[in-house]
C-alpha cells in the first residue's frame, strides 16, 4: 500500500464498490506522483477482483511495457483476451506489446483484430501495415491500406503509409502519387513534403525534387532532411552554389550532424581545392557510421590513390 491512508481508502472502497473508472482515477494518482511500483500493486489487485473490466488489464498491460516486464505482461494479455476478446482496445494494445518486442506476426495479428472489430480506426490499420513492412512483407502492407482507403479516402496518413510501402517495394514513382494525396488532405505537413521530395529525388525528378524542398522549408526552416534533398537535388541540377549552401545548412539544422557532415564530404570530395576539408568531414561522419560504404571507399580513394 502507500503512505497516504485516505488513498488507500479511497482505494478499497471503489474495488468493494466495483468501481473501475474510480480505480483508474487512483492509478492516475500514483503515476501523477511517480509511484509506479504501488501503481502496479494495485492494478494488479483490482484485475484479480474484477477480470470483467478490460480496462483495467489495458491499463496493467501499458503499465508492464513501460517498465519492460514482459513474463507479467504475458499472462495478464493470455487471460485478458480470453476474457474479453471482442475488446478492439485490448487488441490494439497488446500489439503494441508485440510491436515493442518485434515480434511482428503476432502484431500484425492483433492490429488485423483491432481493426477488423474498430472499421472506423484507422491507427489499427497503419500499425499493422507497419508491423507488415518491418518483417519485409511489403505487399501484405499495400493490400491492407489499399483495402482500407477504399473506406477512408481522406485519411492523409493511409496514403503516407501507401507511400513508404511503395517505396519499400522500389516503386518510387507510385510513391509520388501517394504522397500527394497525403498533402492534399494536410498539406503544410512538413514530414509529408520531407517525403514527396525524397520520393522525387528516388524518380531523379531534380527540379521537381529541389521545390518540394523548399515548399517544406517554408514551413519549417530547421529541416535535415529537406535541406539534403535540396543539396542533392540543386548538385545534380549542377547548381553548385545552392547545393553547397543545402549541405551547410544540413548540417546546421541537425541534431546529430554526423549523416550531413558525410554528404557535405562526398560532395566536397569531388572538388580537388576542396580535399583536406572533405577528409576531416568523411572521417567525422565514418567515425559515427563504420558501415557508410560510400564514405569509407571515397576516403579510401583521397588518402589512398592506389588502392
Known amino acids: 500500500m502507500t503512505d497516504d491512508p485516505d ?10 464498490a466495483g468501481e473501475a473508472s474510480e480505480v483508474l482515477h487512483l492509478a492516475d ?3 501523477r506522483e511517480n509511484l509506479f511500483a504501488e501503481c502496479r500493486d494495485r492494478l494488479e489487485l483490482a484485475w484479480d477482483a474484477l477480470p470483467s473490466e478490460s480496462r483495467i488489464a489495458e491499463r496493467l498491460l501499458e503499465l508492464y511495457q513501460r517498465y519492460h516486464n514482459w513474463r507479467r505482461w504475458d499472462v495478464v494479455a493470455h487471460a485478458a483476451l480470453d476474457a474479453h476478446p471482442g475488446s478492439g482496445e485490448l487488441h490494439f494494445i497488446v500489439g503494441r506489446g508485440y510491436e515493442a518486442r518485434g515480434n511482428w506476426q503476432e502484431a500484425w495479428e492483433a492490429y488485423g483484430k483491432a481493426a477488423a472489430i474498430a472499421p472506423g480506426e484507422t491507427e489499427p490499420i497503419l500499425r499493422q501495415a507497419r ?3 518491418l518483417a519485409h512483407r511489403v505487399d501484405d502492407a499495400i493490400r491492407v491500406l489499399s483495402k ?3 473506406r477512408h479516402r481522406g485519411v492523409a496518413p493511409l496514403h503516407a503509409a501507401l507511400g513508404y510501402a511503395c517505396i519499400q517495394k522500389g516503386l518510387p514513382e507510385k510513391a509520388v502519387g501517394h504522397f500527394r494525396g497525403a498533402l492534399a488532405r494536410q498539406p503544410d505537413w512538413h514530414p509529408y513534403l520531407n517525403d514527396l521530395a525524397g520520393a522525387l529525388m528516388l524518380c531523379e525528378r531534380w527540379g521537381e525534387a529541389a521545390q518540394a524542398a523548399v515548399d517544406s522549408l517554408r514551413v519549417r526552416k530547421r529541416n535535415e ?6 543539396a542533392i537535388a540543386n548538385n545534380r541540377l549542377g547548381d553548385d552554389k545552392r547545393a553547397e549552401q543545402g549541405y551547410k545548412n544540413a548540417m546546421r539544422a541537425a541534431q546529430d550532424p554526423s549523416r550531413a557532415k558525410g554528404n557535405y564530404g562526398l560532395f566536397l570530395a569531388r572538388r580537388p581545392q576542396r580535399l583536406l576539408e572533405a577528409v576531416r568531414l568523411l572521417k567525422e561522419a565514418y567515425d559515427e557510421h563504420p558501415d557508410w560504404d560510400e564514405v569509407e571507399e571515397r576516403l579510401m580513394e583521397i588518402t589512398d590513390p592506389d588502392v
Open 7 to 16: 488513498l488507500d481508502r479511497r482505494f478499497q472502497e471503489a474495488l468493494a
Open 29 to 31: 494518482e500514483l503515476q
Open 131 to 133: 508491423a507488415y513492412r
Open 225 to 230: 532532411r529537406a535541406w539534403t534533398v535540396y
Open 148 to 150: 482500407a482507403l477504399r
